[in-house]
């Protein structure tokens, strides 16, 4: 008995949305597209929400702790020590010859500015790369990396990491807000395509208050 009630329910509901959809066309197509468009771009704004929020932090990961050696130094022994204190990280091992030439590439036109140099004026380092690398981690990482063998100076780039995570704090807010008004708005329209619904139906609920019905 309950599931052939709830059949009937929903047969009934079903009938009275095709029986609203012949008497009031466009009263109907209006309501249905407008709530369909709010959900759709509430939905949409809160999934590029958080994508942003996933591509940002993924951006801090980027960001390398590098360990400068003394000239000299073992790179090999020095890579190893590092991906002994970070085994989750990828550690490049850069000579002196490599960095000179990534310097060069990232001056672009201007790299002519460092013909002449010998290939060993860039001290050898090792680059440590860390995914999800919060701030905090990056101090902490730094710290253990200064015990590398050579190691004579550490930049844990935590100016940008710090940069980065206001960033995402900054466009969580603010989405937040917007994603606030956009729910208060969809909800707005959503009342009042319903009021125009009850409104286009205004004679049929007076006839229907006439014989008995309520509110």
Do not use: C
């Amino acid at each position: 008995a309950g599931a052939r009630l709830a059949v009937h329910r929903v047969l009934h509901t079903v009938r009275r949305a095709l029986d609203a959809l012949v008497r009031a066309p466009y009263v109907t197509a209006v309501a249905v597209g407008t709530i369909y468009v709010a959900v759709l771009l509430t939905g949409a704004f809160a999934v590029t929400l958080a994508a942003g929020g996933r591509l940002v932090t993924g951006w801090a990961g980027e960001v390398p702790v590098s360990v400068y050696l003394e000239p000299g130094a073992d790179l090999a022994a020095a890579r190893a020590a590092a991906l002994s204190i970070a085994p989750d990280a990828e550690v490049d091992a850069i000579p002196p010859v490599e960095a000179l030439r990534r310097l060069r590439e990232s001056l672009g036109p201007q790299g002519r500015v460092l013909d002449g140099l010998g290939d060993d004026v860039l001290p050898p380092s090792v680059e440590v790369r860390v995914r999800q690398l919060s701030n905090e981690r990056a101090v902490l990482l730094a710290a253990r990396l200064r015990e590398i063998p050579g190691a004579v100076e550490v930049d844990d780039g935590a100016v940008w990491v710090t940069r980065l995570e206001a960033l995402v704090g900054r466009g969580r807010q603010v989405g937040m807000v917007l994603l606030g008004l956009l729910v208060a708005a969809t909800a707005i329209l959503v009342a009042n395509t319903l009021k125009l619904a009850v409104y286009a139906r205004r004679d049929e609920i007076e006839i229907m208050k006439l014989v008995g019905a309520t509110d």
